[in-house]
């Protein structure tokens, strides 16, 4: 049993999370987290100003299933199966402590030991404390819970104090949990119903649908399931309506990731930057992220696991949840095919107020090709010079290399991969690149280089480089 608590698949930031939901249920207005670094003692402490338990309370919290999850829980109680605090817990350490009080009570404890537990082969509930410094924070309370992680073998095991690369780890844990704390519980900390505090730092909420920047939009709003589920469809603004401050705060670089729905029960977010198996992740729709709200009497519908990590969707609205993806998606591709698309698929398509620098087309193999436009009026008036100069070849490279359609392509291969295939070394150069080469090498000769060198330098120039039968052009 023991083996089977430590191996649920917790990580540091989960673990934690799961702890502050015990905080939340015991009405808790503030959370204050304690870590220290020193070496195979470390420690951390969860302490709240909760309701605190009494005795028989603290037993049945410390007892492993003592709640069923059948049972109908209060509005705002986060728990379901009783294991959280021991499965959270265990999964990071081999000694857990609880200290708490009830208001106008003194403050207990009780104690696991698992190294005690498997030498003794006895589930022995100890009322012991390593060091009453860890009761301090709760002497100053009327009220509240201290959860107290030492033998912290799963962070630290038996690393020495003076070990560096350990330590960095331990620091580099901790940063991820505030990361994940911020995002988990930022609507408790919006409505101000919640504080938590990480050695003296007052965490702030991060929004993942930016409600108040410029360019965000709530696409849709509906009630599902009776009335029971919320769903909420955003799209992210642009990247360049963010200014560099906004884009870090924002986290751009992860847009990627964290796309998708987002599952939230009570406010508290279970589950994020998931499709839920409806959709596959995409490049195009990383604005999209749509906010599903649902009660705790719904967790069995949802499948709600025991570290709240996984979710799935009622089949009572699995299909309007497709529907709204859909929409959010839609809505979030729209957001990149206006912002900059600068090309024009299929010469079919006519426009008397935009040219751009670069094309598109589908050809019989339906693969898309990429070509500079000739209509555009600037290489048009080009191209139709008897000669021109190098300043103004210049810009007309500039201008090709500044407009190249990025986005678009990443676009359209996003929502048709097979529109695009590598280059193959084996196809035979079409007449432009044979022309082309063949004034290279023209020159080439004409400036006193032997033949064997000018084709040398020919093959190391691309798109030259491809084609190895260009050699039987050059006489």
Known sequence: MINTFRAFGYNLQTAIADIIDNSISARANNVWIQYEWDGEKSWVTITDDGDGMDRDGLIEAMTPGSKDPKDDREEHDLGRFGLGLKTSSFSQCKALTVLTRKEKHSIIKRHWDLDFVNETGKWNLLDYLSDNKFQEPLEKLNHGTIVLWEKLDRLV??????NEAARNVFLEEFEKVEDHLSLVFHRYMERKKLTIWMNGNKLEPWDPFMKESEGGQL??????????????CYVLPHISKLNPEERKKAKTDEWYRLQGFYI????????????????????????????????????HDWKIDIKKATATPSIAIRKDLVRLGKMTRKAAGSVHRFRGNQIMLDDSIKSFDFQPVWKAKKGRDEIRHYYVN???????????KESISPSEFRSALKLI????PVEAIIQ?????????????????PDSGTIALARMMYSSLKSSGMDRKLAIKQIFNIEPFNQYTQLIEYFE
Request: no cysteine; glycine share 6%.
């Open 401 to 404: 290399g500044q407009t190249t």
């Open 374 to 384: 000739e209509g555009h009026p600037v290489i048009k008036s080009l191209l139709e």
């Open 412 to 428: 359209y291969h996003s929502e048709e991969p097979e529109s695009h295939e590598l280059r193959d070394n084996n196809t035979e």
């Open 219 to 232: 696409i849709a709003h509906e009630n599902l399931d009776n009335n029971q589920v919320i769903v909420k």
């Open 157 to 162: 095991g038996n690393a020495n104090v003076h």
């Open 264 to 299: 939230y029960r009570n406010s508290r977010l279970l589950l994020y930057g998931d499709w839920l198996g409806l959709f596959p992740k995409n490049e195009h729709f990383k604005n999209a992220r749509i906010l599903v709200d649902i009660p705790n009497r719904l967790d």
